[in-house]
């Protein structure tokens, strides 16, 4: 049967007729809280798209590895493969590249290799002519080594550095004058912006402001658009918003095709080079084979985003071969197996991906001439509007981890109580960068330590009571929101309130329905007082009888809305558990 024969048997459907069915059953407010996704400040993700949310969209026929490359800079899917080689002493270093190498490695980027002369450099590049190498945490006289050798020893060598171009503009512009041919020792770290809590807007923003900066002074200075641009790689990390970190990627190439065209930048020097790395602030140490599985989803974004590098951490941070081996083959095997590199822009077409696409670089966009209006990047980090950007969402981020809306699997949410970590953090060397989870570990490795010390469980009692429905789900909520800081409690199914005063605990969270609170604890305080217990009450819900049960001597409560770092501190308090 004919495709048009076929076709032609389901009439089309306006997008006012899916609107009406969809507002038959939600209507009002409800339409938007409840379909409408906002992943971060600015940004509205609609709950299905359509070829009309396309419409006038200037980038749909541009083909992958063409200007303004929004489908990546190359005309393949293929990336390249980069291991992170963390060695001081330049012959180990070189012997760890090698043997990644050798492992399935298409890239090394050289992140503590101490290089104080050009024997150092030698020694360190020996054998590694052929691959492309990076030299993380540039500092200027390495650069002018690695520049020197390139100069009188080429071979083709592909070689770039990370020095910061806006941290000396004249040192900068001394650099691009004498950089040989293809040789990038500049890069602009946008990762650190998600590290910091930065959304997807302000990534892109900020990292195109601080390189439109340095494209005018370098002008300014005498070197022309298409020398400065090639200078710079772009440096992201990838967070675990699957499809705003694809159209993060793709909205900035866009962006900045855009901006250097406005410089009379040529269309082939447009075509910048991106590295993306998983992210680091929702590293976990308590369950952290999970951030094999973070990493792998980071990995497949940085992959159908365009990457044309990406590196994977090692999920704990070690530098232990088995942790480095899992990084890598994690790369292999979506080239390998997933062949994810078959086909470049796989997601191009996509409604979701190319509306999310626009509506990044065109929001980032606006945030950039706000920059530009304000001075630049310079004059807006120098007036701390960066950083204020950066303080109000990290405290945003540190906000939703602690009430558990931002859910960290294994830490903050369907955490393993049972799960021994005290012997081995001193081992785990995860970056100096603030993660998110680190509040609850801290409560974690408390009562692992208490538990140690003191040889038993702290005795938590959750008390199923009342209506069996609503005891049942409240005390199932309520262990996973124990386990967080690594409480195991017992469970029990009693009949009457006096029943629950004879149990042994040191804390009795009650399990029941709102309606039913009051008067179980009406009941239960007398008879506590009366048998002198030490047991600690707390209520499994937020009832509408709070302030009577807070006269009740009950003060504490665990529900949705609880901030689960303030409520599992004060029960450890109650314990008796410090730090």
Request: glycine fraction near 6%.
């Amino acid at each position: 049967m004919a495709i048009e024969t076929l076709l032609s048997e389901f009439p089309p459907v306006s997008t006012e007729q899916w609107e009406h069915i969809i507002r038959e059953k939600i209507t009002g407010t409800e339409y938007a809280s409840k379909l409408i996704w906002h992943p971060e400040e600015g940004l509205a993700v609609k709950p299905y798209y359509r070829a009309d949310d396309l419409a006038g969209l200037q980038f749909l026929d541009a083909a992958p590895g063409e200007f303004p490359f929004v489908r990546g800079a190359r005309s393949t899917g293929d990336w390249r493969i980069r291991e992170e080689i963390n060695l001081v002493d330049p012959e180990d270093a070189n012997r760890s590249a090698r043997a990644a190498l050798a492992a399935g490695a298409e890239g090394i980027a050289f992140s503590q290799t101490k290089i104080e002369n050009s024997e150092d450099l030698a020694t360190l590049l020996a054998g590694l002519h052929a691959n492309p190498l990076v030299f993380l945490g540039s500092e200027p006289g390495c650069v002018r080594l690695v520049m020197e050798r390139l100069r009188t020893r080429p071979h083709g060598a592909n070689i770039a550095t990370d020095l910061d171009p806006l941290a000396d503009l004249d040192l900068s512009a001394d650099l691009i004058r004498n950089a040989p041919d293809g040789f990038r020792p500049f890069a602009i770290h946008a990762e650190d912006l998600q590290e910091h809590a930065a959304g997807a807007l302000e990534e892109v923003g900020f990292a195109l402001s601080a390189a439109v900066d340095f494209i005018a002074e370098m002008q300014e200075r005498g070197s022309s658009v298409d020398r400065v641009v090639y200078s710079m790689s772009f440096s992201f990390a990838m967070g675990p918003e699957f499809f705003i970190q694809i159209a993060k990627l793709r909205a900035f190439r866009l962006v900045w095709a855009k901006a250097v065209q406005s410089f009379g930048c040529s269309a082939e020097r447009a075509r910048t080079f991106i590295h993306a790395s998983t992210a680091h602030w929702n590293t976990t140490i308590c369950d952290s084979e999970n951030n094999i599985l973070r990493a792998t989803s980071e990995a497949i974004s940085a992959v159908l985003g365009g990457a044309d590098s990406i590196s994977i951490s090692t999920f704990d941070e070690s530098s232990r071969d088995n942790s480095r081996r899992l990084a890598r083959n994690t790369q292999i095997i979506l080239k390998q197996e997933a062949l994810l590199s078959r086909v470049a822009d796989p997601l191009g077409g996509s409604y979701l991906i190319e509306a999310l696409t626009n509506s990044i670089a065109s929001k980032a966009w606006k945030l950039f001439q706000e920059l530009e209006t304000a001075g630049g990047y310079r004059e807006a980090s120098a007036a701390g509007v960066i950083a204020s950007v950066l303080d109000k969402r990290m405290n945003s981020r540190e906000e939703a981890v602690a009430n558990r809306r931002r859910v960290l699997t294994g830490t903050n949410r369907f955490a393993n109580a049972s799960e021994q970590a005290l012997d081995r953090v001193n081992k785990v060397h995860f970056r100096s960068v603030r993660r998110a989870a680190e509040s609850f570990e801290q409560l974690r490795l408390r009562t692992e330590q208490f538990t140690k010390v003191s040889g038993v469980q702290p005795r938590i009692l959750l008390a199923e009571i009342g209506d069996p429905k609503m005891r049942y789900a409240r005390s199932q909520f309520t262990a996973d929101f124990l386990a967080c800081a690594g409480f195991v409690p017992d469970k029990c199914v009693f009949e009457s309130a006096a029943r629950i005063a004879d149990a042994d605990a040191e804390v009795i969270v009650l399990c029941s329905s709102d309606a039913e609170y009051l008067s179980i604890a009406e009941q239960l305080m007398p008879v506590l007082k009366l048998h002198r217990s030490p047991a600690k009450i707390i209520i499994a819900g937020n009832p509408d009888t709070a302030e009577q049960l807070r006269n009740l001597g009950i003060v504490n409560f665990i529900h949705l809305r609880s901030n689960a770092i303030e409520v599992l501190g004060r029960i450890q308090q109650m314990i008796g558990i410090k730090d």
